[in-house]
């Protein structure tokens, strides 16, 4: 089951700008990108924030159209919805992503670095 995001054409630039104002929320995007593609499980984010604060993050990502959340049996898996943002603002995320990478004031996700698929 897909939990409800917005269509490609209803995601809004201010919106998604506004989003990624947060630096968790920019580090939780950050670690998709790395990991481009595999489904992650909400529980891979522990460590920036608490459950209910990590579920708020995790809600605004979703509702805002930059992620995309479903429920395999007890899990959320998270996946970054990359083909969506870039065929409405195309570069925007990879600029974005490209930023966030070498910015030392985000956190970390499970203690790692970054890095990037080439």
């Given at each position: 089951m897909t939990l409800p995001h917005p269509n490609t054409d209803q995601i809004s630039l201010p919106i998604v700008l506004g989003v990624l104002g947060d630096p968790t929320r920019l580090a939780i995007v950050r670690y998709l990108a790395s990991k481009e593609g595999v489904p992650l499980n909400?529980?891979?984010?522990?460590?920036?924030?608490?459950?209910?604060?990590?579920?708020?993050?995790?809600?605004?990502?979703?509702?805002?159209?930059?992620?995309?959340?479903?429920?395999?049996?007890t899990n959320r898996m998270i996946t970054l919805r990359r083909a969506d943002l870039d065929s409405r603002f195309p570069g925007l995320l990879d600029s974005v992503i490209a930023a966030a990478v070498d910015d030392p004031a985000l956190p970390a996700v499970g203690g790692h670095d970054i890095e990037m698929p080439a």
């Amino acid at each position: 089951m897909t939990l409800p995001h917005p269509n490609t054409d209803q995601i809004s630039l201010p919106i998604v700008l506004g989003v990624l104002g947060d630096p968790t929320r920019l580090a939780i995007v950050r670690y998709l990108a790395s990991k481009e593609g595999v489904p992650l499980n909400c529980s891979q984010f522990l460590d920036l924030a608490s459950k209910t604060n990590l579920s708020y993050h995790l809600a605004k990502l979703r509702e805002a159209g930059v992620t995309r959340a479903e429920v395999v049996g007890t899990n959320r898996m998270i996946t970054l919805r990359r083909a969506d943002l870039d065929s409405r603002f195309p570069g925007l995320l990879d600029s974005v992503i490209a930023a966030a990478v070498d910015d030392p004031a985000l956190p970390a996700v499970g203690g790692h670095d970054i890095e990037m698929p080439a």
